[in-house]
């Protein structure tokens, strides 16, 4: 997904957000365990099952320093 076309939204919830980066909820987990530098969700609660919300300029300039990672190499 090109990057013009991010959310204008502050915060995006986890399904939103596997959407945008085309990854399934394991993908995604999958990726948070391999890259230490994907911004870490904001849980709306204490329970395992509560809400994740994830700040969409943090996401946004992962993605943004990936590109340029690549670029540069």
Do not use: N
């Amino acid at each position: 997904m090109h990057l013009d076309t991010t959310p204008s939204k502050a915060l995006i919830r986890q399904p939103a957000l596997c959407d945008w980066l085309d990854l399934s909820r394991s993908g995604l987990d999958k990726l948070r365990k391999k890259d230490p530098t994907f911004p870490k969700p904001i849980k709306d609660g204490d329970s395992r099952q509560a809400a994740a919300y994830y700040v969409v300029a943090e996401v946004d300039a992962w993605l943004r320093a990936k590109i340029e990672a690549r670029d540069a190499a």
